[in-house]
Nanobody, 128 residues
Framework: QVQLVEYGGGVVQAGGSLRLSCVAS????????RGWFRQAPGKEREFVAR????????YYADSVKGRFTISRDNAKNTVYLQMNSLKPEDTAIYFC?????????????????????WGQGTQVTVSS
């Protein structure tokens, strides 16, 4: 069983920054990548960023490229999302997820089906 818990959401003014954390516990030994997704009210869940757990390679959605940075701390089994220059359209619930057990990074890995375990989400609200 894998558990993911996100931290760091909140309310911030446009142009501000937030740092999200996602701590994983349980059987994550065969999860080779982690991702962040978000879901705004009335919209589908969308990909934000992904990191290869071993090599650290990253991939970003065009909408956040240059503003958001995904990173990881293998020792703490934690993935981070540093969000700068936030915009009102970044308002959403942010979810972290682990890659499917045994699956390696073979491309962008932006689809929901590429991920197996999900956290409960943390709310990010950006005011204008």
């Amino acid at each position: 069983q894998v558990q993911l818990v996100e931290y760091g959401g909140g309310v911030v003014q446009a142009g501000g920054s937030l740092r999200l954390s996602c701590v994983a516990s349980g059987r994550t030994f065969n999860s080779y990548y982690r991702g962040w997704f978000r879901q705004a009210p009335g919209k589908e869940r969308e990909f934000v960023a992904r990191i290869d757990w071993s090599h650290g390679s990253t991939y970003y959605a065009d909408s956040v490229k240059g503003r958001f940075t995904i990173s990881r701390d293998n020792a703490k089994n934690t993935v981070y999302l540093q969000m700068n220059s936030l915009k009102p359209e970044d308002t959403a619930i942010y979810f972290c997820a682990t890659g499917r057990g045994g699956a390696t990074v073979t491309g962008p890995m932006t689809r929901i089906v590429d991920y197996e375990h999900w956290g409960q989400g943390t709310q990010v609200t950006v005011s204008s």
